[in-house]
Nanobody, 115 residues
């Protein structure tokens, strides 16, 4: 079992920055995937940025050059640094982990980009 807890969401103006953290209940070094997805109102959940054991880091085209995923920080934390935020980045951001054949999700943290 893996529990994932997101933090760092909030309200930010366009052009601003936020830093999201995902803390796992166990070491993430052996996980096959660790990363971030988001779901905007009325839309399907989509990949934002992930770290995989085989392919390294991957980003959605819409966030390349603006968002950076890093980790692990310590043994069990992955960070998503979000810069130059746009209103279309508004969504609930979820942390996801694939480990030992199981798929784990956090409860999400809301990011609102608005003036």
């Amino acid at each position: 079992q893996v529990q994932l807890v997101e933090s760092g969401g909030g309200l930010v103006q366009p052009g601003g920055s936020l830093r999201l953290s995902c803390a796992a209940s166990r070491s993430i070094f052996s996980m096959n995937l660790m990363g971030w997805y988001r779901q905007a109102p009325g839309k399907e959940r989509e990949l934002v940025a992930v770290i995989t054991s085989g392919s390294g880091k991957s980003y959605a085209d819409s966030v390349k050059g603006r968002f950076t995923i890093s980790g692990p920080s310590g043994e069990n934390t992955v960070i998503l640094q979000m810069n130059s935020l746009k209103p279309e980045d508004t969504a609930v951001y979820y942390c996801r982990s694939l480990f030992d054949g199981m798929d784990y999700w956090g409860k999400g943290t809301l990011v609102t980009v608005s003036s």
